[in-house]
T-cell receptor, first 115, second 110 residues
Framework: GAVVSQHPSRVICKSGTSVKIECRSL??????MFWYRQFPKKSLMLMAT?????????EQGVEKDKFLINHASLTLSTLTVTSAHPEDSSFYIC???????????FGPGTRLTVT | RKEVEQDPGPFNVPEGATVAFNCTYS??????FFWYRQDCRKEPKLLMS???SGNEDGRFTAQLNRASQYISLLIRDSKLSDSATYLC???????????FGAGTTVTVRA
């Protein structure tokens, strides 16, 4: 149980385009999902908390207009990187918890490369 | 000061050896603690939760010292498959956010 999927697993896009990443909880419902990014040999950095049916909560320094989050259902959250630039190239990972406040399970991640 | 700090390693050990490492956290109000492992270019996977009384899962033993605000992980009888980066993860008391350490790299050699 507690399986989280992400799609796509890898994407290469050109500067200026937008990319949508999907995060799904496959066998449980999640009112809250989390989006992280990770640079090589660095820790995961929380970008935002995605809340079903309401606006996402962004961490300090994360531009909400650049990283659009939509949590339309209890099993799906999407992250859209708008007007992507090479510095947005990173490993983006989502997570969800079947029991709020307890351990989180991570999706397999999406490796974004912006050329 | 970082919320969660870990010795980055690497810890390079032979098969069958015991390896142990710590992590310290800055928020004394932290409530939950976890060890995750992350393989190269993969997502983190939950290894074990850490309880106040300490807990063991097979070859892995985790300890929590609230007074000194550190968590430890010990791996006995190391296997090649234990080679990974081990992430110390702490959850605060007021929300569901997790704070991650940068990870401790363990390499088990034949």
């Amino acid at each position: 149980g507690a399986v989280v999927s992400q799609h796509p697993s890898r994407v290469i896009c050109k500067s200026g385009t937008s990319v949508k990443i999907e995060c799904r909880s496959l066998d449980f419902q999640a009112t809250t999902m989390f989006w992280y990014r990770q640079f090589p040999k660095k820790s995961l950095m929380l970008m935002a908390t995605s809340n079903e049916g309401s606006k996402a909560t962004y961490e300090q320094g994360v531009e909400k207009d650049k990283f659009l989050i939509n949590h339309a259902s209890l099993t799906l959250s999407t992250l859209t990187v708008t007007s992507a630039h090479p510095e947005d190239s990173s490993f983006y990972i989502c997570s969800a918890s079947p029991h709020e406040g307890y351990e989180q399970y991570f999706g397999p991640g999406t490796r974004l490369t912006v050329t | 000061r970082k919320e969660v700090e870990q010795d980055p390693g690497p810890f390079n050990v032979p098969e069958g050896a015991t390896v142990a490492f710590n992590c310290t956290y800055s928020n004394s109000a932290s409530q939950s603690f976890f060890w995750y492992r992350q393989d190269c270019r993969k997502e983190p996977k939950l290894l074990m939760s850490v309880y106040s009384s300490g807990n063991e899962d097979g070859r892995f033993t985790a300890q929590l010292n609230r007074a000194s605000q550190y968590i430890s992980l010990l791996i006995r009888d190391s296997k090649l498959s234990d080679s990974a980066t081990y992430l110390c993860v702490v959850k605060g008391s007021n929300d569901y956010k997790l704070s991650f350490g940068a990870g401790t790299t363990v390499t088990v050699r034949a």
